[in-house]
């Protein structure tokens, strides 16, 4: 397992201790809360929910992480979720 996955198994596992930074040109550092991969439809942004509206017919959600998006995609068609982690 890479160290994304077992972030998220971890805080699946009730384990809140692991946080995420997203580096960016290898001088700003920003944390990433790894709540933000458990969220509900309710939670997402309005650009989120968006693009789930549009979504109709076979879904492909490629790099799903945790499949968050899965259960509100589902509500629009035939989904299937990939992810490597």
Do not use: Q
């Not at 458990?38 to 492909?60: H, M, Q, T, V």
């Amino acid at each position: 397992m890479d160290f994304f996955g077992k972030v998220l198994y971890d805080y699946w596992k009730n384990d809140k201790s692991s946080t995420l930074f997203f580096i960016e040109n290898k001088k700003k550092k920003f944390p990433i809360e790894v709540s933000r991969y458990f969220r509900s439809y309710e939670e997402f942004s309005d650009l989120e929910k968006k693009a789930i509206n549009l979504a109709c017919g076979d879904i492909l959600d490629v790099g799903c992480a945790t499949g968050y998006h899965v259960a509100a995609l589902k509500r629009r068609g035939n989904v299937d979720a990939i992810d490597i982690s």
